[in-house]
């Protein structure tokens, strides 16, 4: 039987196991809208196709599965940069539909033409034009297998509308042979005994984990591993919750805001096992003083992470679950040597032990001002430990991964990579979508909060219960930490002089809007958002000045902390 | 120091731009390109001459491998390779030159491939140290335009880039 190009969209999606998509219509994705209404496919309508993208990396990030997107050509379509952009940049499985003008009109500076393919080459994995709706149905089996395997990321198909409405008879092929891609699942064996070694040799070693363990699943293999030879283990933003927080061997997050013994565990380390991390700067500092004493170990899905910013002596291409699994493999059968290790390492153990009790990560709620460290911490206190937590970009970001017990993989889900102010809603939601039982809470601040605040309308449609915490400060805080500790104080541009009243805010969409502005009334709201049906703004007026700490500045190496402003 | 790396790609449109804005988003640099298909027409061969350190051509390699359009690369660095370029010169031939641009192409076994009162326009191939070489004996004649079309290169040896078939 033959079947339109967007009925054949749409029966795709369908066999790749997508249940929701999020989108924006207009007129050259009108047929796919029009064959949506008879397809068992749940559309959520967002408000803008920017978060119509963060929602769907949000579903992605919550679920491991391909997160699907669908926007118009034109402004649609380049609407959806940012959010495919800041999808990239963390490798979140996601597959991007825009709709196109009509073939022969392609290049012509039609109306609403964008040339969508040349603008996202850089941000996406691959990208497709179809140009013969007889290639469809092989493209998008090619699309979901490039999103989900190897390092995943995002893929855009751009489906001009001539396609769309084109027939042909309808097969969906089994497999996907692509010549120029075959991603390398299992580590060389070689190079993993090889690792062993290093490491059963090592009397400093640390583990520094990065968005790659959650991508492949790798925690429960991190923990037998990290377990196993009773090395510390420190994570990136991305490598978060992918490592119990709490646990005796966790040192909680490196780098720029991370915690004082992290970061000199890392320049005192032997041996750094580096796992499904790249070596951002904000985690590095200086390069020239990072893990000075460290040989490196680099297990990564990509080789291109390998080797791009720090110099590593023995690179491991793999899946990380599966290198993990034959690296604690291979540890058992050195048994001896293991107990070995663990022996000689315990004074390392304990010389972070004491760093801990020493230098660690606090804050005073001192006063009637709310410091927003105590915000986060009384979140904590109160959500479950499945909750799902989204943030935005800025100081309450950083907060949030310095107080929040993070325990379970999937939980937190922030913008790494490029930092995406306005990420923290839309994910939420795409989250919430996902797992409409659990509780999701974005933490926001003020500035970023109003950069897709219009999805409240889309949580108040959908009834979907995010609970949003806005740490207002009144100012674009992360900068104007830096205006004050850098510029001298100069606030240029980052005082949000308009005070907004976002109780009312809530109210206009329908949502429920409450507000603290003392630490006394910070549990009553928490309490009461949480049990509040439907989505709910709570807004608490935290201090202004506040600054996220310990601090190295850039450029500075790790070791050149400032404990304190 | 200059590097020469043969990229063979599915032959879709796109692809070019691909390759090249790899280079442009990482600022790597490329000092020439060429590209057309191969024997299988589903397959292009790119020449590409570029620069940098070790590290950045371990870069390099590795970002090429990665696009997904990307079948095989070749880098040559340290390998015995067959290595031309072909150019068009166009340069001033007046009475009193004449004689002499015909004396060094012969030299240089270009040929001749197009003629006016005014100028010979001479075609050549090889290895561009040669051309670099012509190009300027002839300079001081008075070269009016000319045309380059960048390395390509052959590995030595019976094998082809699949291996022995
Ligand atoms: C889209 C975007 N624009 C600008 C920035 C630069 N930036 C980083 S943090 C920040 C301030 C964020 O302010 P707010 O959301 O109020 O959070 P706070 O730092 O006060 O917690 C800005 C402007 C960014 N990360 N993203």
């Given amino acids: 039987m033959k079947k339109t190009g967007s009925q054949i969209l749409l029966e795709c999606l369908h066999l790749e196991g997508v249940d929701t998509v999020f989108g924006y219509p207009g007129g050259t994705v009108i047929n796919i809208y029009n064959d949506l209404v008879d397809s068992p496919i749940r559309h959520i309508l967002n408000r803008h196709e920017q978060a119509a993208v963060h929602a769907a990396d949000g579903y992605a990030r919550a679920t491991g599965k391909v997160g699907v997107a669908i926007a118009t050509s034109g402004p649609g379509a380049t609407n959806t940069i940012t959010g495919i952009a800041t999808a990239y940049m963390d490798s979140i499985p996601m597959v991007i539909i825009t709709g196109q003008v009509p073939t022969p009109l392609i290049g012509n500076d039609a109306f609403q033409e964008a040339d969508i393919i040349g603008i996202t080459r850089p941000v996406t994995k691959h990208n497709y034009l179809v140009k013969d709706v007889k290639d469809l149905a092989r493209i998008l089996k090619q699309a979901f297998y490039i999103a989900r395997t190897g390092r995943p990321g995002p893929v855009l198909v751009d489906l001009p509308k001539d396609v769309q409405m084109a027939s042909t008879r309808f097969v969906y092929p089994d497999t996907v042979d692509l010549r120029g891609y075959k991603p390398s699942f299992s580590g060389n064996v ?376 | 120091m200059n590097h020469t790396i043969s990229v063979l790609v599915e032959n879709e449109f796109g692809v070019l731009s691909r390759v090249a804005g790899l280079f442009s988003g990482r600022g790597f640099n490329i000092a020439s390109l060429s590209v057309a298909p191969t024997l299988d027409p589903s397959v292009s061969r790119m020449t590409i001459v570029t620069s940098g350190d070790e590290q950045i051509l371990e870069q390099i390699n590795k970002q090429l491998n990665k696009l997904i359009d990307t079948i095989k690369v070749i880098d040559f660095t340290g390998q015995d390779y067959v290595e031309r370029e072909l150019v068009l010169i166009k340069v001033n031939a007046e009475e009193e030159t004449r004689a002499e641009v015909l004396r060094i192409a012969d030299i240089f076994r270009a040929k001749v491939v197009d003629v006016t009162p005014r100028s010979y326009t001479l075609e050549i191939t090889g290895a561009p140290t040669k051309i670099d070489a012509l190009i300027e004996l002839l300079r001081p004649m008075g070269i009016k335009e000319l045309v380059r079309s960048g390395p390509v290169v052959l590995g030595r040896g019976s094998k082809g880039w699949k291996g022995s078939e």
């Fill in chain 1, 190 to 565: 070689r190079q993993v005994e090889n690792g062993v070694k290093m490491i059963l040799a090592s009397k400093k070693p640390v583990i520094y984990v990065g968005g790659g363990a959650t991508l492949s699943d790798a925690s429960p293999e991190l923990l037998a591993f990290a377990e196993a030879i009773q090395a510390p283990v420190t994570t990136t933003l991305m490598g978060m919750a992918s490592f119990p927080k709490r646990h005796p061997l966790s040192l909680e997050m490196l780098g720029m805001h991370g915690t004082y013994y992290a970061n000199m565990a890392v320049t005192e380390s032997d041996l750094l096992i580096a796992v499904g991390a790249r070596f951002d700067d904000r985690v590095t500092g200086k390069i020239s003083t990072f893990a000075p004493h460290a040989k490196i170990i680099h297990i990564d899905i990509d080789p291109t992470s390998i080797k791009k910013n720090v110099r590593v002596d023995l690179p491991i291409v793999g899946e990380l679950r599966d290198v993990l699994q034959t690296m604690v493999k291979k540890l058992v059968e050195h048994d001896d040597e293991v107990r070995e290790l663990v022996e000689r390492t315990a004074p390392w153990r304990a010389e972070i032990a004491g760093w801990k009790k020493k230098y660690p990560m606090s804050y005073k709620q001192t006063g009637a001002v709310i410091k927003p460290q105590f915000v986060i911490e009384k979140i904590r206190e109160l959500t479950n430990d499945d909750a799902i937590i989204t943030t935005e970009v800025g100081q309450h970001q950083m907060w949030t991964a310095q107080f929040f017990d993070f325990s379970q993989p999937r939980t937190f889900l922030t913008s790494g990579g490029l930092g995406t102010m306005g990420f923290g809603l839309p994910a939420a939601l795409g989250a919430q979508v996902a797992f409409p039982d659990r509780q999701v809470i974005d933490i926001s601040g003020d500035g970023s909060f109003q950069m897709n605040s219009q999805e409240l309308a889309t949580l108040v449609q959908y009834r979907l219960p995010v609970k949003i915490a806005i740490l207002n400060n009144n100012f674009l805080g992360m900068v104007r930490q830096w205006q004050e500790l850098f510029f001298d104080r100069r606030y240029s541009q980052t005082c949000m002089e308009l005070p907004i009243d976002f109780v009312k805010l809530a109210e206009a969409y329908g949502a429920t809007g409450l507000r603290a502005t003392t630490p006394e009334e910070v549990e009553g709201v928490i309490r009461q958002a949480l049990e509040t049906p439907g989505p709910v703004i709570m807004e608490f007026k935290v201090a202004r000045e506040e600054n996220v700490m310990p601090m190295v500045p850039a450029g500075a190496g790790l070791n050149e902390m400032v404990l304190a402003s």
